[in-house]
C-alpha cells in the first residue's frame, strides 16, 4: 500500500482534488452543520490549544508578518480603501453614541428631546442637534491636550459622573460661556431675577 501511494503519488493528488472538486458544497455544509453544533466545544478546544501555544502562535505571526509585510500592508490598505465609507459610519455612529450618553447624563430632561436640553436655565435648546460637553471649571484646554480626542473626553466624562466639571449645553452656551469669563448669559439673567 505504501509503495502504491509512492509510486502514484500524482496520480492520487489529482484524483483526491478531482473529488473535492465534485463534492465540495457538500462537504462544506456537512462542515458548517458540524460547527453549528458543536460551537461550545470547537471554542472551547480553541482556547486550551490558544493556552498551550501561545508563545509559538506569536513566533508564528511574528514569522509570518515579517515574511509578508509588503503583502499584508497592499491588502490592508485596499481593504481599507474598500471599506472606508463603513467605517466612517461607523466612527460617527459610535461617536454620537456616546454623545448621546453624556447628554443623557448631564443634560436636563425635557418631554418631546429625546437626549434633554442644555443645562443652562431657560436656553432648552436640543442636545442632539446643538449639544457640546462644555467643561464647567474651565479646564477643557488642558483635557483635551491630554485626551488627544473627543472620544477619550467623552468616556473620561461618563466613567467618571462629576457634575461639578461637566455639563452637556448648547453650542451658544458653551461659546458665551467662554467669551464671559466661564459664565453663561443666561446663569447671570437668573441670578439677577
Known amino acids: 500500500m505504501v509503495a502504491y501511494r509512492e509510486k502514484n503519488k500524482n496520480h492520487i493528488a489529482v484524483r483526491d482534488a478531482d473529488w473535492y ?9 456537512r462542515q458548517a452543520v458540524y460547527r453549528e453544533k458543536n460551537k461550545a ?30 503583502r499584508k500592508s497592499a491588502t490592508s490598505a485596499a481593504w481599507y480603501k474598500e471599506n472606508k465609507e463603513r467605517i466612517a459610519n461607523q466612527s460617527r455612529e ?9 447628554y443623557d ?11 434633554g436640553v442644555c443645562s443652562c436655565p431657560g436656553c432648552g435648546a436640543d442636545l442632539v442637534m446643538f449639544g457640546t460637553l462644555s467643561h464647567v471649571d474651565g479646564t ?21 459622573y462629576d457634575p461639578t466639571r461637566f455639563a452637556a449645553e448648547c453650542y451658544n ?10 459664565i453663561c448669559p443666561h446663569k447671570l439673567s437668573q441670578s439677577k431675577t
Do not use: F
Request: glycine share 6%; aromatic share 4%.
Open 21 to 29: 472538486k465534485t463534492n465540495k458544497e457538500r462537504i462544506l455544509a
Open 41 to 70: 466545544s470547537i471554542s472551547a478546544q480553541g482556547a486550551v490549544h490558544y493556552r498551550k501555544n501561545r508563545e509559538h502562535i506569536a513566533a508564528t505571526q511574528a514569522t509570518w508578518y515579517e515574511k509578508n509585510k509588503e
Open 94 to 102: 459610535r461617536l454620537q453614541t456616546l454623545r448621546n450618553r453624556a
Open 105 to 115: 447624563m448631564y443634560g436636563l430632561p425635557m418631554n418631546g428631546h429625546e437626549h
Open 140 to 160: 477643557g484646554k488642558q483635557h483635551r491636550l491630554v485626551a488627544k480626542n473627543n472620544i477619550k473626553i467623552l468616556k473620561d466624562a461618563l466613567d467618571h
Open 173 to 182: 452656551c458653551n461659546c458665551a460661556a467662554q467669551r464671559n469669563g466661564g
